[in-house]
């Protein structure tokens, strides 16, 4: 994966994944979220290591929520033969 210089300072994946954990912990009545994205490229990611570290992190309310991933690009270049 593409590394980032600040992420440990900035506590980057504990902030992004405490983010989503609260945002699914309330109903749509109570101002919960219906579903969740990941936008664009995200985690340029080929050994799957920070992939499962990010999701080990996610509760298991998270998983009555919808995640709708789009494709990479660039995972579809790397993977695919032309």
Same mark, same amino acid.
């Given at each position: 994966?593409?590394?980032?210089?600040?992420?440990?300072?900035?506590? !980057?994946?504990?902030?992004i994944?405490?983010?989503?954990? !609260?945002?699914?912990e309330?109903?749509?009545?109570?101002?919960?979220?219906?579903?969740?994205?990941?936008?664009?490229?995200?985690?340029?990611?080929r050994?799957g290591?920070?992939?499962?570290?990010?999701f080990?992190?996610?509760?298991?309310?998270?998983?009555?929520?919808?995640?709708r991933?789009?494709?990479?690009?660039? !995972?579809?270049?790397?993977?695919?033969?032309?």
């Open positions: 994966w593409v590394g980032c210089q600040y992420g440990s300072t900035l506590q !980057t994946l504990q902030r994944t405490g983010f989503i954990n !609260t945002a699914c309330k109903d749509r009545s109570e101002g919960g979220i219906d579903f969740w994205m990941i936008l664009g490229d995200n985690f340029y990611d050994s290591e920070l992939s499962s570290q990010f080990s992190m996610l509760t298991a309310k998270r998983s009555r929520r919808s995640l991933p789009p494709p990479a690009i660039t !995972t579809i270049g790397w993977e695919a033969a032309p």
